[in-house]
Structure formats: structure tokens, C-alpha cells
């Protein structure tokens, strides 16, 4: 086996990119604190072709080296928006018909492996804070949570890791 030049891999160009159909999907960062977390996600939204991110609260904004440092580019090809309070992009993103979900451990809250979406459906989810998760303002406004089944003595992800699981299930079902 041999490792494939980026030529033999094919990758849009940010243009491309830009124009290329996307996947239904919006990332939305509830008051992330990292600015490696941030672009990890960029960089995934990228992966995917994710119709977009929503950053929200004290979440940091491109430009920025440390963003950049692991957004690898990212910044330039995945649509951003920033909205002072996760609360207002989770109510403009109902209003504009997605079904939005928290990701996090609640009673009732749906497993993973069993979510299952409509293919005409457009979804969002919510990702929180390292310390604190998602708000329970923004929760209480969601169509639903999603958990990450998890087995061992820990039981939270790293940001980036679980955003990196939740939209490859998303994506890889559209």
C-alpha cells in the first residue's frame, strides 16, 4: 500500500466547495472555550460538507492563529454565523424548519446509535461547553438530546470527538 498524493484524493477546491450540494446539517457551538475545539469542528464541518456552523455566545470567531492552527483552512470553506446567544440560532433555526438537538446526557434523551433522521429532514445540533454541556435554556428549546453511548469510568467526550462522532452518524445516514 501506498499514501495518496492530495492530487489522487480529489478535494474540492474552496470554491468548489462553496457551490457543492450540501448535507442538511448545521454544527452549533454553545460557549466553547477553546479555540483548537473550535477549528476541530471547522475542520469536520468540512469533512462532511455540512450546510454550516453557528457560533454562539463566548465561542471565538475566525480569524485566529489558534482556530486556524487545526481548522487546517477550514474557515474559508464552511459558512459561519455568530449569534450572541445560543438560545436566538436555535429559535432562527427552527423557525427556518430545521429539528434542532442537543447533544448531551439527559433523562429521556435518545442514544445515538438508535437516532434515525428523515432524509428530507434538516438538523441541527448543539454542542456545549467543556465544563458545563449545553445550557438548560437551550435544552429546554430543542426537539430532543442526543447521547453518545459511552462504557467506561468517564462519561463526557472532548467537544471536537464527539462532534466528530455525532455528525459522521448524521452525515454517513443522508
Known amino acids: 500500500m501506498r499514501k495518496l498524493s492530495m492530487d489522487e484524493l480529489d478535494r474540492k477546491t474552496v470554491q468548489e466547495f462553496k457551490e457543492a450540494e450540501k448535507n442538511p446539517v448545521i454544527a452549533v457551538l454553545d460557549n466553547i472555550r477553546s479555540m483548537h475545539n473550535v477549528g476541530s469542528v471547522f475542520r469536520t464541518a468540512d469533512a462532511f460538507l455540512l450546510e454550516g456552523i ?30 450572541d446567544e445560543t438560545v436566538t440560532a436555535v429559535n432562527q433555526l427552527r423557525e427556518r424548519g430545521f429539528k434542532v438537538y442537543a447533544i448531551e446526557q439527559v433523562e429521556g434523551s435518545i ?29 429546554r428549546l430543542c426537539d430532543g438530546c442526543i447521547e453518545i453511548p459511552q462504557y467506561g469510568m468517564k462519561h463526557s467526550l472532548n467537544i471536537s470527538v464527539a462532534a466528530g462522532i455525532v455528525l459522521w452518524e448524521l452525515c454517513k445516514s443522508l
Open 54 to 83: 453557528c457560533l454562539c455566545g463566548y465561542t471565538p470567531q475566525p480569524p485566529h492563529r489558534d482556530i486556524n492552527k487545526t481548522a487546517l483552512g477550514a474557515t474559508d470553506s464552511v459558512d459561519w454565523i455568530y449569534l
Open 111 to 139: 442514544s445515538l446509535e438508535s437516532f434515525k433522521m428523515n432524509a428530507d429532514e434538516k438538523i441541527a445540533v448543539v454542542f456545549g461547553n467543556e465544563v458545563d454541556g449545553v445550557h438548560e435554556d437551550v435544552i
